[in-house]
């Protein structure tokens, strides 16, 4: 098969456009365009066309399509031994496949037209898409990701080359390499694969896992059943021992020791309780006792204390009345040194104050002088601004008479223009009438005689003819055109009188006149604000300001007769006298100051001690009764030390003779819990023993021995099953090991077609190199050059580059061999290439091409100019 032309009907950026590729030759033809002007775009296409069905729907299909819409059509003419075909499909809308022969004749339509081309393709086979076409800025000779599309290339890749060496191999075939063999393995492998995973494992639902799952269950079984059983026994020997147990527990005298036990407890606890309340009540006496001579106690320091505080509080008032005496006496002296400083500070004020008003005098003179000139700046600027306010009064007057505005005018020549088309109108449809006389009588109309001459009649009028009657004419459509005319001059002159104009011309005057006026007034304002930019009151008030100003400067203003340097030296001196005398008169204020607190804290301190004299003075009491209140005291707290003795010793005698409560509450306590816990014990055995009986009787009903001994049988059934899978699981991956084993050393002889085809290629680029190829992906793995095995993936990017492209030519010649030349279409490859070997591979694809087409599609145009071969022509025009 060969390409003779490709055309692209609104597909991507030829929106709209058909884009051809014709005149493509035999051997090498290069369309070497820029970038962007589609060349993958014609790669996606021509790929979509062979490969992807007419009603597809995917996302690779979409991509074709421009962002405007539209049905995607790609068509080619291609050329077979039987002759040239045009196949075409059109996707997304007016979805078609189709294929005509040289006359133009269908011969193929839609399904029909694609298992035509499948057909031609290889039955499906779609190696050349991945094998012989290289697509923008792919290097490898398959996709290198891990996802699901991509592993799915993979595969469909690896059975294309598949098939392709062992059609090619066939003799092969006959011993163990080649597609039989694959047979063979592929039947081990589905037979392994219904029992067991890639890495051995038994396979969800399958007979292995199935084997697996029953021996499991079944163990689960076997194991409840076993447990149900022990449990059964178990119920069995707990029964005999709480039987015994309850046949203790009822044994006669049991109850009976339990119930003296607990009744002799109770009458040693009851003892033990009343002694110890009698022991109780003497304590709290023994409590009270200490109270009453602790309050004894508590009186007697209390009148010592206040003895100790009456001579403590009277020493602390004289000593706070002397301090007193001596702030008053510092006050008094700092206040005289403060009066004294103030006198000095006063006098030194005045004589500064007299040499600021001499200095003051002189700048007076100058302020004078400044406000005067800014006066006068003012005032003219005041003078102008009034003159243009008087000349924009009279514009705004002027403008209130002048009311054609604009607007008016538009209307009053609106009204001007629609008065003359009516006109026009009327005089195009109207009626006139001609008189001539002869005599001296007159048509009159309306008791108006008519001159001679013509006469429009607008509307229906009656004439009278003199001696002969009356006449009548009615100009018909023609009275409506008059009321038209009639509207229209009443519209206008109602328009002109209500601007008081005559007519139109001297409307348009007036509107001129308007605008110059508008215009004089607009300079006038800006004259204004540039003279008063925050307006004309703001200009008075500051003319009325600068006015005070210098009247103020007037009044206040004396002549000045001192010299300036005199008076700022006084004024110096004055200066320093007074902040010398404020200095002093601030340091004895202060002190005066400090004095005065000093004195204040002092009465402070005085009142204090005065309250606290008083009040040890009110708890001291009368001094002539104090010693017998103090004796009194002393008395009461020996009394009470006598009564706490003796209730003391009454509660050490009860204490001697006291029996043990606790012991006794312990005592009661387990006696009571005996009793308690073997009435309790009977009960909850007579219950266990009322549910194990019941719970055998209801195992032996359900026979679980003999259930378990049957599941038993039925796991060691499923057991063996499992084994025996797992057997035949370890024999199945044996067989395919030692298939594939014998297999690799067979599938040396599959690479022998392709490696006759790589190897004169290849030594255009590397001599004495050869590849070695893996028998998996039989694809090239390493290159061997120098002695030295390197594997492919540590190569450069250009020599792998290289590499995929000559081993694509080599798969290219054995579909030529095959009776199936296919083109070779190579989209912006040999990216990687340096100048020397890019021209060993021009020589590559001319050593093919001797054979088979080869299209190649570049933006390197410079790069490769060397290639030769034909260009085809390629032309772009609009849709119609």
């Known amino acids: 098969m060969k390409l003779r032309s490709l055309t692209l009907s609104n597909v991507r950026k030829f929106a709209g456009q058909s884009a051809t590729i014709s005149a ?104 050349p898409a991945g094998l012989l076409w290289v697509r923008q800025g792919t290097t490898a000779l398959e996709p290198g990701g891990t996802s699901g599309a991509e592993k799915t290339e993979k595969e469909r890749l690896l059975g294309a080359r598949r098939d392709l060496l062992s059609s090619v191999a066939g003799e092969i075939d006959m011993v163990t390499g080649g597609r039989r063999m694959d047979r063979v393995i592929e039947a081990a492998m589905q037979s392994l694969g219904r029992l067991a995973t890639a890495t051995g494992i038994p396979k969800a639902n399958g007979p292995w896992k ?219 449809g109207g009626v006139q009438m001609h008189l001539d006389y002869d005599t001296a009588q007159k048509v009159s109309s309306k008791d108006v005689p008519l001159e001679a001459g013509a006469h429009r009649v607008g509307q229906r009028a009656v004439f009278d003819l003199p001696g002969i009657g009356r006449m009548t004419l009615d100009p018909g459509d023609a009275a409506a055109d008059m009321a038209a ?76 007769q001192h010299d300036p340097a005199e008076v700022a030296r006084q004024l110096e001196a004055a200066q320093q006298a007074e902040h010398a005398a404020r200095a002093t008169y601030d340091n004895s204020r202060d002190k005066r100051d400090a004095a005065r607190a000093a004195l204040a804290r002092a009465q402070a301190l005085r009142d204090a001690a005065q309250s606290g004299f008083d009040l040890a003075a009110a708890t001291y009491g009368d001094p002539d009764e104090f010693e017998g209140r103090k004796a009194q005291a002393a008395r009461d707290c020996a009394l009470a030390g006598v009564a706490v003795e003796d209730a003391n010793a009454a509660s050490e005698a009860l204490q001697k003779d006291a029996p043990d409560l606790a012991n006794a509450q312990a005592d009661l306590a387990r006696a009571t819990s ?122 450069s990017g250009g020599t792998q580059e290289q590499i995929a492209i000559l081993t694509r030519l080599a798969f290219a010649r054995l579909f030529a061999r095959q009776g199936k030349p296919m083109p070779i279409i190579l989209d912006d490859a040999l990216v990687y290439s340096d100048d020397n070997r890019i021209l060993a591979m021009f020589t590559a694809l001319h050593r093919v091409a001797a054979d088979q087409q080869v299209i190649v599609f570049s933006c390197r145009q410079m790069a490769f100019a060397g290639l030769g071969g034909t260009r085809p022509v390629v032309e772009i025009t609009q849709d119609r």
């Open 210 to 428: 199935l084997a697996e799952q029953e021996a499991h269950v079944l163990t689960d079984q076997h194991a409840e059943l076993e447990r149900v059983c022990l449990e059964l026994s178990d119920a069995l020997v707990q029964r005999r021992e709480v039987a015994m147990r309850l046949e203790m527990l009822e044994a006669p005298g049991t109850q009976e020791a339990l119930t003296a036990a607990l009744e002799a407890a109770q009458i040693a606890h009851k003892t033990a309780q009343d002694h110890a309340e009698k022991l109780a009540q003497v304590q709290d006496q023994v409590a009270l006792r200490c109270l009453e001579m602790e309050g004894a106690q508590a009186r007697l320091d209390k009148l010592i204390a206040a003895a100790e505080g009456f001579e403590h509080a009277r020493t602390q008032l004289s000593t706070a009345q002397a301090a007193y005496s001596e702030a008053a006496q510092n006050v008094r002296t700092a206040e005289a040194a403060t009066n004294s400083a103030q006198t000095a500070l006063v006098k030194a004020s005045s004589a500064l104050a007299s040499a600021q008003a001499a200095k003051e005098t002189l700048q007076h003179e100058a302020l004078h002088k400044n406000a005067v000139e800014k006066h006068e700046q003012l005032q003219a600027r005041l003078a102008q601004m009034m003159q243009k306010r008087n000349a924009l009064e009279q514009a705004n007057a002027a403008l209130a008479t002048q009311t054609v505005t604009p607007q008016t005018l538009e209307q009053i020549e609106q009204a001007q223009a629609d008065l003359a088309r009516v006109q026009a109108e009327a005089a195009a």
């Open 485 to 560: 005319v009639e509207k229209a001059k009443t519209a206008l002159r109602t328009t002109l009188d209500a601007v008081g104009m005559a007519n139109v011309d001297t409307a348009r005057r007036s509107a001129a006149l308007r605008r110059d006026t508008m215009a004089e007034i607009a300079l006038l304002k800006n004259v204004q604000e540039t003279l008063a930019p925050e307006g004309l009151e703001r200009l008075q008030a500051a003319v009325a300001q600068a006015l005070a100003a210098v009247e103020a400067s007037t009044t206040s203003r004396t002549k000045a």
């Open 24 to 127: 493509i030759g035999d051997g090498v033809s290069v369309v070497s365009e820029a970038n962007e002007f589609g060349k993958s775009t014609f790669f996606d296409a021509l790929h979509a066309l062979f490969f992807l069905k007419y009603g597809a729907a995917t996302r690779e299909v979409k991509s074709l399509q421009p962002r405007s819409g539209g049905a995607v059509r790609v068509s080619a003419q291609i050329e077979l031994p039987e002759g040239l075909f045009t196949l075409e499909k059109s996707f997304l809308a007016q979805k078609r496949a189709s294929v005509k022969d040289a006359s133009g004749t269908v011969i193929a339509l839609d399904d029909e037209a694609e298992r035509w081309i499948a057909q031609l393709m290889g039955n499906g086979i779609e190696g």
């Open 674 to 795: 005996a009793s308690e816990n073997a009435r309790e014990e009977r009960l909850r055995l007579k219950t266990r023993i009322a549910d194990l009986g019941a719970t055998i009787r209801a195992r032996a009903e359900d026979g679980v021995e003999e259930k378990r001994d049957e599941v038993a049988g039925l796991l060691q059934a499923a057991t063996e099953r499992a084994a025996r899978f797992e057997h035949e699981a370890a024999g199945l991956m044996l067989l395919v090991e030692a298939l594939r084993a014998k297999r690799g050393a067979a599938q040396e002889a599959y690479f022998g077609p392709v490696r006759q085809e790589l190897a004169p290629l290849l030594a255009l680029l590397h001599a004495d190199a050869a590849l070695s190829f893996d028998p998996t992906s039989l694809l090239p793995q390493g290159l061997a050059r120098g002695g030295a095995d390197e594997p492919l993936d540590m190569l």
